[in-house]
C-alpha cells in the first residue's frame, strides 16, 4: 500500500518521478526502511533499521566494506564514484544505519547490491516488512522505473526534499 503526505505547512506540488523513485525503492527493496532525497546535495539517504546497536568497530569495518564493494562495482560497470557517507544513530535497542549516495553517480543495481550486503552482514537483525523469499511480480517494473527515473535525474534536478517511509506493511512519501 502506498500513501503520500505532505509536511505542515506545505503547499508544494509532489514531484511524481520523485515520489515513484522512493516509492519503487522501498517496495523493491524491504531492507530499506527508509529513504529520502536532500536536494542541495542532489543525494539519497538510504537508512537500515537493525534491531540492535553494533559495537563502532564493527559500524566501521561495514562501513569500510560497504564502501570498498561500492568502489568495486563503480569499476566494474566503468563509472566515477561519487560521494559516498556512512553514520550510524542508535536509539536503545535499535540503530539506523545510513548511507548517503550522490544521485549522479548511483544505479539501480548498487542499490540493490547495498541491499543484499546489508542482510548479508545483519540478517535477522536488519528489520525488513518482508522475508527474502518474497517477490512481487511488478517488482521487475519497479526496478525498470528505479533505472528511468534515475537517469532523468542525472540530467535534471528535483527542486524538493522527499522522505519516503515504511510503515506497518505500507510505504509513505512526504515531500518539503
Given at each position: 500500500?502506498?500513501a503520500l503526505?505532505r509536511?505542515m505547512g506545505?503547499?508544494k506540488?509532489p514531484n511524481?518521478?520523485?515520489?515513484n523513485?522512493?516509492v519503487s ?8 526502511g ?7 546535495k542532489e543525494a539519497?539517504?538510504f ?5 540492535k546497536?553494533?559495537?563502532r568497530?564493527e559500524?566501521e569495518e561495514t562501513?569500510a566494506?560497504l564502501e570498498?564493494s561500492?568502489?568495486?562495482?563503480h569499476d ?6 561519487g560521494?559516498?557517507?556512512f553514520t ?10 545510513r548511507?548517503?549516495?550522490?544521485v549522479r553517480?548511483l544505479s ?11 542482510y548479508?552482514?545483519?540478517?535477522d537483525?536488519l528489520?525488513?516488512?518482508q522475508t527474502r523469499?518474497?517477490y ?13 527515473i534515475?537517469?532523468?535525474l542525472?540530467g535534471s534536478?528535483m ?10 506493511g505500507r510505504?509513505m512519501?512526504?515531500n518539503?
Amino acid at each position: 500500500m502506498f500513501a503520500l503526505g505532505r509536511f505542515m505547512g506545505s503547499a508544494k506540488k509532489p514531484n511524481k518521478d520523485g515520489i515513484n523513485l522512493l516509492v519503487s525503492i522501498l517496495v523493491c527493496y524491504p531492507e530499506i526502511g527508509m529513504v529520502s532525497y536532500e536536494p542541495e546535495k542532489e543525494a539519497l539517504y538510504f537508512s537500515f533499521t537493525l534491531q540492535k546497536v553494533p559495537p563502532r568497530q564493527e559500524f566501521e569495518e561495514t562501513a569500510a566494506f560497504l564502501e570498498e564493494s561500492i568502489l568495486t562495482y563503480h569499476d566494474l560497470e566503468g563509472l566515477i564514484p561519487g560521494e559516498i557517507d556512512f553514520t550510524l544513530e542508535g536509539q536503545g535497542n535499535t540503530a539506523f544505519f545510513r548511507v548517503l549516495r550522490d544521485v549522479r553517480t548511483l544505479s539501480r543495481g548498487e542499490i540493490a547490491l547495498l541491499a543484499d550486503l546489508m542482510y548479508e552482514r545483519f540478517g535477522d537483525a536488519l528489520v525488513s516488512d518482508q522475508t527474502r523469499d518474497t517477490y512481487e511480480e511488478d517488482n521487475f517494473m519497479r526496478e525498470e522505473a528505479i533505472d528511468h527515473i534515475i537517469g532523468s535525474l542525472k540530467g535534471s534536478r528535483m527542486a524538493d526534499r522527499m522522505i519516503g517511509i515504511r510503515e506497518e506493511g505500507r510505504v509513505m512519501v512526504f515531500n518539503k
